[in-house]
């Protein structure tokens, strides 16, 4: 009768720790996917960052380039507003160039008119 309990106990416990193992196994084939998973993680994530590295180099040159663009760009407009300035100063000329123009021929007028009245003078 004791024996027979022992039996049992033992079986119970073989029982057990074939459970047990067997729980252990199937933990051990978790950890390995999960470890697996893990180095899938870890190359995306390598892999991310060599794509962020990248990135920042662009946009770095990205940025050098823009603040070259910007300067010029400035250059360019302060040219246009001198142009613009010297464009306006040329037109004022101008309308001065024309007014005394204008004068020149009506001084011109006149000292031909009076020409031809020295003419008739002379000639009467």
Same mark, same amino acid.
């Not at 899938?40 to 060599?50: F, I, N, Q, T, W």
């Not at 464009?87 to 009076?114: C, G, H």
């Given at each position: 009768? =004791?024996?027979?309990? !022992? &039996? ?12 047990? /193992?067997?729980?252990?196994? %199937? @933990?051990? #084939?978790?950890?390995? /996917?999960?470890?697996? /998973? +893990?180095?899938?993680?870890?190359? #995306? +994530?390598?892999? &991310? ?5 990248? $990135? ?6 990205? @940025?050098?380039?823009? #603040?070259? =663009? %910007?300067?010029?760009? %400035? =250059? ?7 142009? @613009?300035?010297? !464009?306006?100063? +040329? ?5 001065? $160039? #024309?007014?005394?123009?204008? &004068?020149?021929? %009506? $001084? @011109? ?14 000639? +009467?």
């Amino acid at each position: 009768m =004791v024996e027979e309990k !022992v &039996l049992k106990l033992l079986e119970n416990l073989t029982e057990g720790v074939n459970g047990l /193992r067997e729980d252990l196994r %199937e @933990t051990n #084939r978790k950890l390995d /996917r999960l470890e697996e /998973r +893990m180095d899938k993680l870890e190359s #995306r +994530m390598d892999k &991310l960052e060599s794509e962020v590295g990248l $990135i920042k180099e662009q946009v770095k040159e990205n @940025t050098e380039i823009l #603040r070259a =663009v %910007e300067h010029a760009s %400035e =250059v360019h407009k302060a040219e246009i507003d001198k142009l @613009t300035y010297d !464009v306006a100063e +040329m037109a004022a000329d101008v309308k001065a $160039i #024309r007014k005394d123009f204008s &004068l020149v021929e %009506e $001084i @011109t007028a006149k000292n031909w008119y009076e020409i031809i009245q020295i003419k008739k003078n002379i000639k +009467m």
